[in-house]
């Protein structure tokens, strides 16, 4: 093994143990993290580990470099990869987080559904009426049915051929729902409660419908971020973590 890479997994885990502390609240916005001095002495690292450590923080755009140490910047003006960490921080996700993420993702869909259904050749509106019909006949399987709705999202964002909403939905998915997981009731909806948008989103992919798309797409996205709300208010402890 290279002495390299033992250098790398202790800067990582560093740095983790960092930004999982100023995303907690233990250094404030405008703060200066600890020296590198004092870094080094409390995790016994060389100085090479707690750079590439400082490094990746500011990567992540949690903390800036400055003459005389490195400086913690607002969680507002991080970038999405923070939403991750502080997602993990809870046994029990914010609520908040949640519900702003599902909302951005809704509105991030609904463009790429309405781009999709402008562009979309006669085979591709069949392709995703195919999908349709796969996440209505699968009610009995949420698994199934997750994935297959996952499927349309990827239909979407591939039809309406944009590359930055592309990125960017790829970032909120892989950020979010990839780290929530299929069986999550979080981010599950019951078989009965999907069946109404579906169809609607059906009927307007077919007639190429694009605001009546638009429409269904915020209507199912509602029923997502309900759903997620219920879901986290029946978690247990969820009592206890409001109250405190």
């Known amino acids: 093994m290279s002495a ?15 930004r999982d502390e100023i995303l907690s609240g233990q250094y404030r916005a405008g703060e200066r993290l600890p020296s590198e001095r004092d870094l080094v002495e409390r995790f016994q690292v060389s100085r090479g580990a707690v750079r590439e450590a400082l490094k990746q923080l500011q990567q992540l755009g949690i903390a800036s470099i400055q003459p005389g140490g490195a400086r913690v910047v607002p969680i507002a003006e991080c970038t999405l990869d923070v939403l991750g960490p502080l997602l993990d921080l809870n046994e029990i996700p914010d609520p908040k987080l949640v519900d702003e993420a599902l909302h951005m993702f809704g509105v991030l869909m609904q463009e790429a559904a309405t781009a999709a259904v402008e562009k979309a050749t006669d085979e591709e509106v069949a392709e ?32 309406a051929d944009h590359l930055v909403l592309r990125l960017m939905v790829n970032g909120v998915r892989t950020t979010f729902f990839d780290r929530m997981g299929v069986d999550n009731p979080i981010t599950r909806l019951g078989p009965d409660e999907l069946a109404i948008p579906i169809k609607r989103i059906r009927t307007a992919l077919v007639q190429r419908n694009s605001i009546e798309l638009g429409s269904a797409m915020r209507a199912l996205n509602r029923l997502f971020r309900d759903g997620a709300r219920r879901a986290l208010q029946a978690a247990p402890g969820h009592e206890i973590r409001k109250s405190e």
Do not use: M, W
């Open 128 to 159: 995703a009426e195919a999908i349709i019909n796969e996440i209505l006949s699968c009610a009995d399987d949420p698994a199934r049915q997750f994935e297959a709705v996952r499927k349309l999202a990827q239909f979407y964002v591939v039809v």
């Open 4 to 18: 390299a890479h033992p250098v790398g997994t202790r800067a990582d885990t560093i740095a983790s143990i960092l």
